[in-house]
Nanobody, 122 residues
Framework: VQLQAFGGGLVQAGGSLRLSCAASGRTFTSNHMGWFRQAPGKEREFVAAITWSGGSTYYADSVKGRFTISRDNAKNTVYLQMNNLRPEDTAVYYC????????????????WGKGTLVTVSS
């Protein structure tokens, strides 16, 4: 599987963006997927995850109620809808393929896409 994230940009606080992660490869539909982000000078952190069927989703406390992860297996794409954005959401956002372990750790992902920058102005 190869991943490519896109959809980032500059938005004012309170605004919305939708990120997309396009995957290549026939095994996408059997993979759990995650979104992480990395702000300048900080470690990469978990944002959200979704099971292969889309039946279960998981969120970091900092984004719960504002972000929604979803997927369209027919299009080999995972989405991250981000609403009510805050300046502290500014980061490079990465999608990743889950392999094992806790959702919250970068070590639980084995394939990463190139990130897409989200900048939220106050």
């Amino acid at each position: 599987v190869q991943l490519q994230a896109f959809g980032g940009g500059l938005v004012q606080a309170g605004g919305s963006l939708r990120l997309s992660c396009a995957a290549s490869g026939r095994t996408f539909t059997s993979n759990h997927m995650g979104w992480f982000r990395q702000a300048p000078g900080k470690e990469r952190e978990f944002v959200a995850a979704i099971t292969w069927s889309g039946g279960s989703t998981y969120y970091a406390d900092s984004v719960k109620g504002r972000f929604t992860i979803s997927r369209d297996n027919a299009k080999n794409t995972v989405y991250l809808q981000m609403n009510n954005l805050r300046p502290e959401d500014t980061a490079v956002y990465y999608c990743a393929k889950y392999i094992s372990g806790s959702w919250y750790y970068t070590s639980s992902m084995d394939v990463w896409g190139k990130g897409t920058l989200v900048t939220v102005s106050s």
